[in-house]
């Protein structure tokens, strides 16, 4: 029986690689879903490579009809999900964080909630009835029958959006968005932890690592992890989970982060 994996916000960086690492273990059948699957070089170079494990479809974060047309599919196709990965993010639309209010636009706060913390929220409520049929292939079962997982959620989140590790300020709008993505975590852990079938919520975050998002950043970072290095540790994550660790903030390394 294959896991049924669905990574968002796949056409390149963390989300593509993610693809790519569930895709090589053989074991998996991927739907990376994106809003331009005809212009992601790294995902057209997938499928030539993995044709019957990888699907790709078009979903838009912003955009609620997007997200039931790909559960709607995901549903007809796989009838279950294991594990959904969020990982569409956006550190602002000008792809700088805000250094100080002056800097702060409505518009700017308001997209960059909407695809950081609306989007994946929209995601967990359409894609629960799938989750809730998954088969707990993904993650570590524990030995008590009753506090079985079926499925795992991960929430892709940002240290920055620790409400008690900023020392810092700044990134007004990538800060509140990762923090209410946290907040969307913890809900999550709760309602979907309630019945039978508990589907392992988490928020994780990837270390600083060479992407497009956090390029303008780059000469400052003591340690930046390539997209191989952090998805590798943060699978051994998702590998390890259960029920116990549902609604925490961890690390790449499964340090436990403060809300
Ligand atoms: N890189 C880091 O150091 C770092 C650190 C902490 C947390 N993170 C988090 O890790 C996640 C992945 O980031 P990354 O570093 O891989 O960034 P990236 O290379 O810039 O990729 C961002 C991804 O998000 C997608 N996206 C943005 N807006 C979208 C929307 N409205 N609908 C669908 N997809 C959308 C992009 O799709 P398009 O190609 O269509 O634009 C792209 O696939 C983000 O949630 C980010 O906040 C990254």
């Known amino acids: 029986m294959a896991a049924v994996c669905v990574v968002q916000g796949a056409s390149r960086g963390i989300g593509l690689q ?127 029958k009753k506090s079985q997982h079926c499925a795992v959620l991960v929430n892709m989140s940002a240290k920055v959006g620790s409400i008690q590790d900023n020392g810092l300020g700044g990134w007004y709008s990538y800060r509140m968005s990762k923090a209410a993505l946290n907040m969307s975590t913890k809900n999550l852990s709760i309602e979907l932890g309630r019945g039978q079938k508990k589907v392992v919520c988490i928020s994780l975050h990837p270390g600083t690592v060479d992407t497009d998002l956090s390029r303008p950043y780059h000469k400052n970072v003591k340690t930046l992890f390539t997209v191989s290095h952090s998805v590798d540790c943060m699978l051994k994550v998702v590998d390890s989970l259960s029920v116990s660790d549902t609604g925490k903030f961890y690390t790449y390394d499964k340090s436990l982060l403060p809300f």
Not at 30 to 46: D, F, H, K
Not at 89 to 106: D, I, W, Y
Request: proline share 4%.
């Open 18 to 144: 993610f693809c790519s690492a569930l895709l090589s273990r053989n074991v998996c059948k991927v739907i990376a879903t994106c809003r331009n699957p005809s212009q992601s070089e790294g995902l057209l170079n997938l499928k030539d490579k993995h044709q019957h494990s990888l699907s790709v479809l078009p979903l838009d974060m912003t955009n609620e009809a997007d997200i039931i047309s790909a559960a709607q599919e995901v549903s007809n196709r796989y009838g279950k999900v294991d594990l959904l990965i969020n990982c569409a993010g956006m550190l602002h639309p000008s792809g700088r964080g805000e250094t100080s209010l002056k800097s702060v636009s409505q518009e700017g706060l308001l997209e960059t909630l909407s695809t950081n913390a609306v989007g994946p929220l929209l995601m967990a409520k359409h894609f629960t009835p799938l989750l809730m049929k998954g088969d707990g292939l993904i993650g570590t079962q524990s030995t008590e």
